[in-house]
Nanobody, 120 residues
């Protein structure tokens, strides 16, 4: 079992920056990828960025050039640095982890979410 805790959300002005962190605990040895998703009021939860344990990254088109995902495998932590923020980035941001266990069963785990609000 994996537990995820996000931190770093808050209120920023358009054009500003914000950094998010997500720490994993529990059976972290089985984590093969981590990432960030976001959900605005009345909208579906969408992918923002992912990173594998080997360092392969994937970004939503809206995040490319503005957001950077990174990880510290030794600390079981994933980060999201957000620059040039826009009001459309306002959402609850969720940390995600994917684990594969010895029986090859795959599980997705989610954090509780952290609010990011960008004012105009």
């Amino acid at each position: 079992q994996v537990q995820l805790v996000e931190s770093g959300g808050g209120l920023v002005q358009a054009g500003g920056s914000l950094g998010l962190s997500c720490g994993a605990s529990g059976s972290t040895f089985a984590i093969v990828a981590m990432g960030w998703y976001r959900q605005a009021p009345g909208k579906q939860r969408d992918l923002v960025a992912t990173i594998s344990s080997g360092g392969t990254t994937n970004y939503a088109d809206s995040a490319k050039g503005r957001f950077t995902i990174s990880r510290d495998n030794a600390k079981n932590t994933v980060y999201l640095q957000m620059n040039s923020l826009k009001p459309e980035d306002t959402a609850v941001y969720y940390c995600n982890a994917v684990s594969v266990y010895s029986d090859r069963t795959q599980y997705h785990y989610w954090g509780q979410g952290t609010q990011v609000t960008v004012s105009s």
